[in-house]
C-alpha cells in the first residue's frame, strides 16, 4: 500500500515542482572557466593565474533520470517548460474494489508518465534542479581569496527500491498472491544557501603548488520529506478488491508541514549549517608534449537542518496481519490525510504502534569527488572525474567521466563522455565562451526520443576579470 501511495506523491511533487541522472557529470566546472561552478565542486580549485576576481550572474542545472516510467516522444531540454502539464495517471487510485495497478489502458499524449511494464533488475529515479548565483570570488595577496556564494537546490529520488514492486509485476498479482519487501528509502529535499568561501595556494617549488579551501553556507530549509522501510516486510499478501494484509513492516516518515489555509505558514522552515571542503595540487611540466598536470580530491553537500514544529516525523510499527485498502485514500488532499488515515487504519489491531513527534535535525547527503587533469600546450586538456555518495541512503549515483577538451581564442569546446550509476554510458556536448557555458553530458536530451528517461542541461553566466601581468607559476 505504502509503496504506491507514497510513489504517487513523490512523482507529482518532484516533477511537478522542477525536480537530478543521479546527478549529472560535472563537466562545466573541470577547466576552471565557470568559475563558481569550479569552486562549487572543490573550493581548492586552483584558477588561471591571470585571474583576480570573478561575477557569477547565475547559472541552472537540471538534471533527471528515471526507470519506473517515461514519457513518450518528447525531449528533455523541453520539460523545464511543460512542468503543469506532467501527470502520472497510472498511478491514480481506483474506486469501487478496481485493482489500482491496473492502470489505464490508452495511448499517452502531452506530458504524461507511462509507468514501465518490465520486471526490472534496476530501478532508480534521482532527479534536481539548481540555481547557483550571484556569487562574487576575488583573489587577495599572499595566495589567500575569498568569496560569497547564493544558491537554490530542489532535489531527490528513491534509493533501493524492490523490483517487485514496480509497475510491471505489481499489476500482475492477483489475490492470494505473496511476496517479502526488502529495505528501501525515498528522499525529497529544497532549501536555499548564502556562503561564504575562503581558499589559499602555497607554493611547493618553482614548478608545484599546493591549495586548500572551504565553503561554508548557511541552509534554509524550505522543504523535507523522507520515507524508509527500515525492516523487510515478510508478508505482503494481496486481497481481493485491490488491498493487500501485511503482517509486519517499520516505516518511518518525516515530512515538513503547514497550514495551506493560513497566510502565516513560514516559507522557510529550517535553519543550518552546510559546507565544502578540499585540496588541489598543480605541477607544470617540461615534456615535450604535456604542459601540466594537476587534481584535487573535495568533500561536497554535507550538512545539517534543524526543522521545528514545521516538521512532522514519526514511524508505524506494524506487529499482526493488517488490512490495508488502496479505496479508502482515492480522494486524498494532501500528506497530513494521508498519515492521519494511516494512523487510523494502523491503530485499530492493539500489537500495532504508531508514534509521531514535532521537530527535527535533518542531514543532507554529501559526495566525494576525485579530479584529475592534464595539459597538453596551447591544443587542448583531458579532465578525468569520479565521485561516490558518501550516505547510503544518497539518491545520487557513483559516476565517473572522461572530458576532453580543445582549447581556442575565444571558445573552449568539451565533449564528455561518463558512466553513470544510474543511466550507463553518456556523450555530452559543451561550450565556454567569453562569459557563456552551456551543454549536457547527455547529447539526447536536445532530442525527441521515444522513451524519455533521463537528461540533463547546464547554463551559467560567469565575468572574469584578469590582470595585465602576472608570473607564473603553473601553467593554466
Known sequence: MVDKLFLSYLFIFLLCHGLMTGQSLPWNALNGHDVIAALRLNPATQLHPDLTSAIHIGSI?????????????????????????????????????????????????????????????????????????????????KGYAVGLLTGFEVRGGINDYPPILSYGPYRHYRPGDRISVPEWNALAMAYFNIGLHLSREIDLDDRSRLSAGLNLRYLGGMFHMSLENKEPIRDYIFNEDGDVVLSNLRLDYSYTHSDGNSPFSPVVKGNGIGGDAGIYYSR????????????????????????????RNGYFDINEQTTLSFGKWDTLTGLDQLVDSFKTVVGRRPANIYAENRGKAVHLPGDLHFTLSTGFRSYGRIHYYFSIPVARWSPDAMQIGMVPELTFDKINVLVPFSYNQWTGFRLGAGLNLDFLTFGTDDVRSFFKRDRLQSGSLYFGVNLRTKAQSVKKKAVF
Open 61 to 141: 542545472q537540471t538534471d533527471y533520470s528515471n526507470n519506473f516510467g517515461y514519457f513518450v516522444g518528447k525531449s528533455f531540454a523541453g520539460l523545464p517548460f511543460h512542468f503543469q502539464e506532467i501527470t502520472v495517471p497510472e498511478l491514480q487510485f481506483k474506486k469501487y474494489g478496481i485493482n489500482p495497478a491496473i492502470g489505464l489502458e490508452r495511448d499517452v499524449r502531452g506530458y504524461e508518465m507511462k509507468m514501465n511494464e518490465t520486471d526490472l533488475s534496476r530501478l532508480y529515479f534521482s532527479t534536481s534542479m539548481v540555481f547557483n548565483g550571484p556569487a562574487y570570488f576575488r583573489k587577495l595577496k
Open 284 to 311: 607544470q611540466l617540461s615534456t615535450g608534449l604535456l604542459s601540466f598536470v594537476r587534481g584535487g580530491l573535495s568533500l561536497t553537500g554535507l550538512g545539517r537542518l534543524w526543522y521545528g514544529q514545521s516538521l
